[in-house]
């Protein structure tokens, strides 16, 4: 579950009971930042954090392809994606909302497939370019239809 924020002491905040698509995209954003920028390229500059390292940057972007399909699999419905889920005595439960939004926030994920060169790992760049094919295309075929 991806919190709707964080406290100041570090832990995770829910929104009562519900569970939000633009929270998986921001989780998604977050882990491909850094681990789009983990590279050893970026050790000479001045602003560049040793606790960013490379031998993390495979692993990080095999989390972002775990929680992107996660997201897919769960908020996503042929490309209306579904703006909230709602926990009921059933589980969690689709308001059925949508938000168009959120769109521009989920096409962004394209940056990481887009970067999948960086990870020096033929099978990961497979996996980032062709695993990401429906998440990415699905919105925009949903807004055109």
Sequence with gaps: MVPNSISSDGSAVFDGPNIYVEDFSNALHAIFMIAGNSRSSEYGHANYRPEIYPEKMNERAEKWLDLMHSTDRFFNDGG???????????????TGELDLSIYPHLVYAYHMHHRGDRFDDPVLFERLSRETTYYLTMPGIYLLS
Excluded at 80 to 94: A, D, L, Q
């Design 80 to 94: 209306m994606f579904v703006n909230r889920y709602m926990e009921g005595s059933e589980g969690y439960i689709s």
